[in-house]
């Protein structure tokens, strides 16, 4: 019973193509994220989806999209890839409500994406 | 604007020793949440603790136990009894109030601390 999944847990593409990262949560959370985890292990916020609406975007470029086609899923497009998002991408989900701080967030095994 | 700041990159600790963590923090918000999460080798995040602004105790959750000093932001993870197995890296993580302050729930991680236990 996985609670977060990712697929592909893999992907390696070249540059100019475009590519979707799946998030599927089983939990029954409120709200989604995806974090971006780069070469020296830092993890940084990219979006975050509450009831299929997005209330974060973090200085993402336009190539990145979340798409949600409800509540259980958020699904990452990336448009005309760059050597520069070769990264690690994680998909989370976390319970908001009763509105809080207190819920840890639940994270996907991650994709590890890489652009030749 | 919140920030976590993690100041031992790697770390060294013997089997069966206890080693300390260190974490601090800055935020304007009146309420927060604290989080260490544990990366193994194999990449998966694996949440270990919580401790909340308002608690009264430190967290504990068998071997983990959060140091937590409010007046001085910090929030360090004492791990007890290393096992070999405790060999990954830690992140420190916050989380502010839901929509207050512009937090919107996300997490905000530290740069990590790389710790490798000795047999």
């Known amino acids: 019973d996985t609670a977060v999944s990712q697929t592909p847990k893999y992907l390696v593409t070249q540059m100019g193509n475009d590519k979707s990262i799946k998030c599927e949560q089983n939990l029954g959370h409120d709200t989604m994220y995806w974090y971006k985890q780069d070469s020296k292990k830092f993890l940084k916020i990219m979006f975050s989806?509450?009831?299929?609406?997005?209330?974060i975007n973090e200085t993402v470029p336009n190539r990145f999209s979340p798409k949600s086609p409800d509540k259980a899923h958020l699904n990452l497009h990336i448009n005309s890839l760059e050597l520069g998002d070769s990264a690690v991408y994680f998909c989370?989900?976390?319970?908001?409500?009763?509105?809080?701080?207190?819920?840890?967030?639940?994270f996907g095994p991650g994709t590890r994406l890489t652009v030749t | 604007a919140q920030k976590i700041t993690q100041t031992q990159p790697g770390m060294f600790v013997q089997e069966k020793e206890a080693v300390t963590l260190d974490c601090t923090y800055d935020?304007?918000?009146?309420?927060?949440?604290l989080f260490w999460y544990k990366q193994p080798s194999s990449g998966e995040m694996i949440f270990l603790i919580y401790?909340?602004?308002?608690?009264?105790q430190n967290a504990t959750e068998g071997r983990y136990s959060l140091n937590f000093q409010k007046a001085r932001k910090s929030a360090n993870l004492v791990i007890s009894a290393s096992q070999l197995g405790d060999s990954a890296m830690y992140f420190c993580?916050?989380?502010?109030?839901?929509?207050?302050?512009?937090?919107?729930?996300?997490?905000?991680f530290g740069k990590g601390t790389k710790l490798s236990v000795k047999p």
């Open positions: 989370a989900s976390s319970q908001d409500r009763p509105r809080g701080y207190r819920y840890e967030q639940y």
């Open positions: 989806y509450n009831n299929k609406e997005l209330i």
């Open positions: 401790q909340g602004s308002y608690d009264q």
């Open positions: 993580a916050m989380r502010g109030h839901m929509n207050y302050g512009g937090s919107q729930g996300n997490l905000i």
């Open positions: 935020t304007s918000d009146p309420s927060y949440g």
